[in-house]
């Protein structure tokens, strides 16, 4: 890559390091980029041709996830590498037991990226939705390496598609094949000449029935719940999401309530524990007889928010008012309404839930009282956005199976 795009990732590299004895999670970063050379020696044998597939964090990994698990169960005899540039990702997967290996992805700089290539010499490389690492990509095209990008979506206003994007549109040209989730993207990507594109759809879908397929079942939770005709799920949630939703819930007994917060520490919960005005408790310290005198569970621990979805009437996904909802998926594949705030325009899954009726967004507890009582006054206006919610996800399944025949047949 270009000199400007090298004293760019080396100027990223600093910031980290200058934050990271304050910054919980570039401290992670650092730390663990700094063992993955040795942690690769120990582990990988570069004769053994892995797949090596790299996504950003968490969300992204959950879109490549259904792709190697499908690899995994047709050819389970075949290694796989998984890459994770941030560490909320890593430090929650990193145990994840259907790949070979998992670590840090190194920097993006030449040295770090002929180091890492040489190490583990993939067969084949995989990129999850946004990753776009130019010495990486140029790399792999120099050495011929099948590289793929999956769940990819662009949008206008990408560097790639400005007058002063050149560079990062050879990134483009690297790729041996682009899967991208919807039309507008390979009409874009089009325009600038990248042709090697197949509209393949969202592999999130597939994951999120696979989940609700065998979702867990909570005896806590179903104490809870059991005689109330209606129970709203917020999942994800932050403070300025339960601005939204808590003063609702607490003058409104006729429903109950599931919180699981994005983030849990001890004086977080606290907080929240202390804005609800009705009977409420942690997950984690409620039994079910407790739970049976219950209005509000507060889930305090990862892992379990995808199953409990089934327990709802309607969902709040959180993120809304912040750097963007989390995973409505998560929540429609149950068939219920999903509600969430302003921040939705870069997740074409909420605009559609919108279109259809299937989504609501809120920008206030006002607009969210108007959205609650309209559904839970009428069983019709409810099982409608329900159907609609349920609909839309069974009609974008299939990206996995799309993906995984074009590169093995």
Known sequence: MNFLYNTGIKAYKLAVKIVSPWNRKAKLMLDGQARTFDYLSEKVDPQAGYIWMHVSSL???????????????????????????????????????????????????????????????????????????GNYLRELKRRQVPTYIISSIFRPGQ??????????????????????????????????????????????????????????????IEAMTRNCPFTLVMGSSWPADEDVVLPYFNSHPNMKLIIAPHEFDDERLQALLGRIERPAALYTTTD?????????????????????????????????????????????????????????EKFVEA???????????????????????????????????SEEAGKYIQSHLGATDLIYRDLFG
């Not at 540039?85 to 259907?98: A, L, M, P, Q």
Request: charge should be neutral; aromatic fraction near 14%; include cysteine.
């Open 288 to 344: 079910e007889m407790l739970a049976g005198q219950l209005d509000c569970l507060v889930i305090n621990c990862f892992g379990i928010l995808s199953s409990v979805y089934r327990y709802g009437q309607m969902a709040y996904v959180g993120g809304g008012f912040g750097s963007g909802i989390h995973n409505v998926n998560e929540a429609a594949v149950y068939g219920i309404p999903v509600a969430f705030g302003p921040k939705f």
């Open 159 to 220: 560097i790639f598609f400005r007058p002063w994007g050149g560079e990062f549109r050879k990134m483009l040209g690297c790729f041996t094949h682009l899967y991208v989730q919807n039309e507008q993207s390979q009409q874009l990507l089009a325009g600038i000449g990248i042709n090697q594109v197949t509209v393949a759809g969202d592999t999130r879908f597939d994951r999120v029935a696979h989940v609700r397929d065998q979702a867990k079942s909570f005896p806590v």
């Open 59 to 133: 969300g992204e990994f959950e879109q490549g996830r259904p792709l190697i698990e499908k690899i995994k169960a047709e050819h389970p005899e075949q290694r796989i590498l998984l890459t994770f540039f941030s560490s909320s990702g890593y430090e929650v997967r990193k145990n994840y037991d259907k790949v070979d290996a998992v670590c840090y992805l190194p920097f993006d700089t030449p040295g770090n990226v002929r180091r890492f290539l040489d190490r583990v010499r993939p067969s084949m490389a995989i990129f999850v939705k946004y990753e776009f690492w």
């Open 351 to 385: 605009s559609d839930l919108i279109a259809c009726e299937g989504g609501f967004t809120v920008s206030s507890a006002q607009e969210f009282e108007a959205v609650m009582d309209r559904l839970t006054a009428s069983q019709q206006a409810l099982r409608h956005s």
